[in-house]
């Protein structure tokens, strides 16, 4: 059985630490300016990943609250570590 923590690991090595998380969460909710200098702040693609990681875990967390396990968590899990991102604005300059 996976607990939400270890889902939240698991999806950490999949997007990032969760200083990023909380450094893109605080800019985009306060547009704090010096946090966006600080060049700490997730963007485009990052930002993306993020987005997915955070709804694909917020979606187990609830399925674990409703004391759902098996199958359709695993789906979560693999359809998140499936994702093959492209950065479409980068290669669109190359």
């Given amino acids: 059985m996976l607990s ?3 889902c ?4 950490g ?6 200083a990023v998380y ?5 800019y985009y909710t306060h547009y704090d300016q010096e946090l966006w200098q600080s ?3 997730a963007k485009g693609l990052e930002l993306r990943r993020i987005m997915y990681v955070l709804h694909a ?8 609250e409703l004391g759902v396990e098996g199958k359709p968590i695993e789906r979560i899990l693999e359809r998140n570590n499936s994702i093959k991102w492209a950065d479409l604005q980068n290669e669109a300059k190359s």
Avoid at 13 to 18: K, Q, S, V
Wanted: glycine letters at 14%.
């Fill in 4 to 6: 939400c923590s270890q």
């Fill in 22 to 26: 909380a450094d893109a969460r605080n």
């Fill in 39 to 41: 060049g700490k702040v």
């Fill in 8 to 11: 939240g690991m698991e999806f």
């Fill in 13 to 18: 090595r999949a997007g990032g630490t969760t």
């Fill in 57 to 64: 875990l917020l979606q187990v967390c609830l399925l674990k």
